[in-house]
């Protein structure tokens, strides 16, 4: 990729391998530019992830990754200035996932968890495996980045992780999944209506606090909460901090599809084309 002829090299990786975001702390050191929407570094185990911020420092390159966390939302920016400019960050949370907001969004009570899950799949908001999104495993891999934003040094081992997937169903083939899901549409529907019996919803959400106090799971909120009113597959994030502490700052819109994402991507290109002088 490292040419005499060409004063930069950026690379994109729009994957979500594991074994190429592995390489990344080699890349950095050599001087290439990394711009991703892979969340696999940056949720790493913290060894890795200290070892890749030497390597951007050492190897004088840029290294962004707004679309990790949000698609094309400006959650880590935001953080980010915040922390930069003096900010004294309490807490951050939100709903993180476009999957998981739109099933919850959609959910009535009335029509079955399973059926809602099985819609949702067909139209392309889940991953060809629902597991992937019901788990929470992504959500808490989100929550990590933004953590270890703050400047706390977090592990996956350090968040406690609310699984929807049922017991006994985290095997197997995903068919046989989809297939024996509806056995458990009864225990989801108690725990809607007990949410609705107490004038509140249920959203997945999390959030990580200035302690290192890190969560994900669902919980049940206030019809007037911010995360309860919010659209289809939006994600809604909530910053709580010395500056906006009566009433935090919240980013909110679309936070899953390929065309937000792909904006997103392109918005840390045209920025890393900015800081090496290009004109825009």
């Not at 490292?2 to 090299?9: E, F, K």
């Not at 081992?157 to 049922?166: A, G, M, N, W």
Request: overall charge negative; charged content about 25%.
């Amino acid at each position: 990729m490292q040419t005499d002829y060409l004063p930069h090299t950026v690379l994109l990786d729009c994957t979500a391998s594991a074994e190429i975001a592995k390489h990344y702390p080699q890349w950095l050191e050599s001087g290439i530019h990394i711009v991703t929407p892979n969340k696999k570094a940056n949720s790493a185990d913290l060894a890795f992830y200290r070892r890749l911020r030497e390597a951007r420092h050492s190897g004088s390159s840029h290294y962004l990754y707004e679309a990790t966390v949000g698609a094309g939302l400006p959650v880590i920016q935001t953080l980010r200035d915040l922390r930069e400019t003096g900010d004294e960050i309490t807490s951050v949370e939100g709903i993180f996932s476009g999957t998981l907001a739109y099933l919850f969004n959609v959910y009535d009570g009335k029509t079955p968890f399973s059926d809602i899950v099985r819609d949702a799949r067909q139209r392309g908001y889940t991953e060809p495996d629902p597991r992937d999104d019901l788990s929470g495993t992504d959500v808490a891999r989100k929550l990590i980045i933004l953590g270890r934003e703050m400047g706390l040094g977090l592990e996956m081992s350090d968040v406690k992780v609310e699984s929807l997937v049922p017991a006994g169903l985290e095997t197997g083939s995903i068919d046989e999944f989809m297939t024996r899901l509806p056995q458990y549409d009864a225990a989801m529907r108690q725990r809607y209506e007990n949410a609705r019996a107490r004038g509140k919803v249920l959203r997945y959400v999390a959030k990580v606090t200035a302690d290192g106090q890190a969560s994900v799971g669902l919980a049940e909120l206030d019809l007037k909460h911010a995360f309860a009113n919010i659209a289809l597959t939006d994600n809604v994030v909530r910053y709580a901090t010395q500056r906006y502490s009566n009433n935090p700052l919240i980013v909110q819109g679309p936070g899953a599809g390929p065309e937000v994402t792909a904006a997103g991507v392109f918005a840390d290109l045209l920025r890393i084309a900015a800081y090496l002088g290009a004109r825009l």
